[in-house]
């Protein structure tokens, strides 16, 4: 079992920047390839950034390429995404999710290798204009 806590979320102005952080805990942090998804409100889930478990492999959907961030510090067993240049369309809630990392190396869909993985419980972004 793997437990995942995101944190970060919050109010922010149109152009603003966010840090979102998701603690795991449980089995080898290391072992495990993390991602990130946002669902808006009235809308499906959403894949936006995805990490191997050394870093070597990085996706992005194209809506956050170039204003998102995702990294992650094994020591801390935490993945992050910084996201800067934040845009009204950002408002979602966000979720971490956690998958053996061989499963995201072998997707051909990076989003949809954590279709059975483990999943936080959300934090709320909104972005006003």
């Known amino acids: 079992q793997v437990q995942l806590v995101e944190s970060g979320g919050g109010l922010v102005q149109a152009g603003g920047s966010l840090r979102l952080s998701c603690a795991a805990s449980?089995?080898?942090?290391?072992?495990?390839?993390m991602g990130w998804f946002r669902q808006a409100p009235w809308k499906e889930r959403e894949f936006v950034a995805a990490?191997?478990?050394?870093?070597?492999?990085?996706y992005y959907a194209d809506s956050v390429k170039g204003r998102f961030t995702i990294s992650r510090d094994n020591a801390k067993n935490t993945v992050y995404l910084q996201m800067n240049s934040l845009k009204p369309e950002d408002t979602a809630v966000y979720y971490c999710?956690?998958?053996?990392?061989?499963?995201?190396?072998?997707?051909?869909?990076?989003?949809?290798?954590?279709?059975?993985?483990?999943w936080g419980q959300g934090t709320q972004v909104t972005v006003s204009s």
């Open positions: 449980g089995r080898t942090f290391s072992s495990y390839a």
């Open positions: 999710a956690a998958v053996i990392n061989s499963v995201l190396l072998r997707a051909k869909v990076a989003g949809r290798a954590f279709d059975h993985g483990y």
């Open positions: 990490i191997s478990w050394s870093g070597g492999s990085i």
